[in-house]
Structures are given as C-alpha cells and as structure tokens.
C-alpha cells in the first residue's frame, strides 16, 4: 500500500490581484515513509514545533522563530537538510497548479454551470488521476492510501469527488484509491513534505516565473535535483488551460 499524502498551497501577490492555488501529493512506501519521520520529527522536537509549516519556518515565524544565535543556526542547517530528507524517501510527488482568476476568467459559462471554479478539487482530480497513470506503468498490483490535510476550504467537496471517484466502474480502477482519510497536518507527517512543495511551487511562481526567471532558489533546486526522476508538475496556464477546457466540454 502506497501512502498519498495531499496538501494544498495558497499565494497571492504584493497587490492582491493575483493568486496561485497547487495541490500536492507526496507519495512514500511504508518503510521509506517510516525512515522519513524519524529524523523529520527530531528536527521538528528541536525546534519545539508541533508542526512544519513552510511559510512559518521559512519567515522565521510561529514556532519557527529565530531569535537566538542558536536558533539562527539551526535554522541554516535544517533549510539545507530538508530538501534531501523529503527527497531521498518519498517514491513519488505530483503537483497541480492554477492560477485563480485566470481560471474564472478563461473558463465558458457552460463550464461554470457544470463544474463551477473550485480549482483546489479540480487539481485534486488531476493529482489523483496522474497518479494512476504512473501507477499502472510502475505496480499494477498496488494502491493508494490517501490522507488530506483538515481544515481546508473545500474539505467535504472533495470527500464527495473521491468516493464518486471509487465508485466509477471506470475511474475507480484507475485512480485505486485503497481509503482516503482527513488528518491534521501535525498527526500525518507526509501532508508537511506536501506543504513544502507546494510553498516552494508557488514561492517560485510569484518571485522567479513571472519575472521571466525559471531559475528556482538554492533549496527548492536542491529538492528537484534530488527527486528528479519522480516529480511531476503541471502548471495549468495559458494555452495549456485552454486546452484542458476544450477538452474537457467536448466531452460535455
């Protein structure tokens, strides 16, 4: 049983008018999952954190504070080692991304109507979907055991797409969703190495893409090198979006 862990990031910009949602999902093998949180729990026991959350260890906020020498410390030695505890363990990560008002702005009335403009369960469905791609071609016999994070916007709407997902006579076997599960993120150590893919994602979105700049900062470059072979992303955009519209309501 692979455990598939989802999380989804959030980020606008200085002047509020843009915003980028990526959903994320790390997946690790039973053991590989279990050689992850040891160190990843000690890391967080030092610091005197129940959780890891990206924005707050990043900004030096929360229970990441950096208010000592020490701490300062800690601080350049976790953000170097981080990106290779995640990497080396997990066995897969996808990441699903779209930008919020582009996507209400370029979608037809007719998809609105059908669908509506919640791109946190569409990219949900695509994760969930690219995943049983890779896994067909990789473990035919195998299965996901899926945990989303709790609180999100859109929590029971999803719990509704999955078992609609299970319970398609051809998207069932395809997706092979074994359970889906909702845990905080401080009980399901998997949904904080989604929380730092998707915090690096839309970091390098908002600071590097749209300044025409795709190379990514130091620790999130350390991560993809690391992963390499296992990630993939789709930043839904332009006339990639268009695209995924139109096929999409031909089918409607």
Partial sequence: MLKAYLDVGRKTDAEKTEEIICVVATVFKPVAYK????????????????????????????????????RKKWYEED?????????????????????TEEFKKV????????????TYGIAVQLCMISLGYWLKTTSPTERFSFVQESGDNGQGTINNMVEQFRNDPQMG???????????DKGAARGLEASDFVAWHWNKHYMDRIRKNDMAPRKDFAAFM????????????????????????EDKL
Wanted: aromatic letters at 14%; hydrophobic letters at 40%.
């Fill in 79 to 99: 953000s170097r080692a981080i990106p290779s505890m995640i990497g080396k363990k997990l066995t897969r990560v996808t990441a699903m991304s779209f930008l």
């Fill in 107 to 118: 979608a037809s009335p007719k998809w609105k109507e059908t669908f509506g403009t919640d």
């Fill in 173 to 183: 076997p395809h997706v092979r969703i074994a359970s889906f599960a909702t845990r």
């Fill in 225 to 248: 090198k690391i992963a390499e072979a296992r990630i993939s992303t789709a930043f839904v955009s332009g006339e990639k979006l268009k695209y995924f519209f139109s096929v999409v």
């Fill in 35 to 70: 050689q992850f949180v040891r160190p990843w729990k000690r890391m967080l026991d030092k610091w005197g954190a129940s959780a890891f959350h990206a924005t707050d260890f990043y900004s030096g906020g929360g229970e990441f504070e950096r208010t000592t020498a020490e």
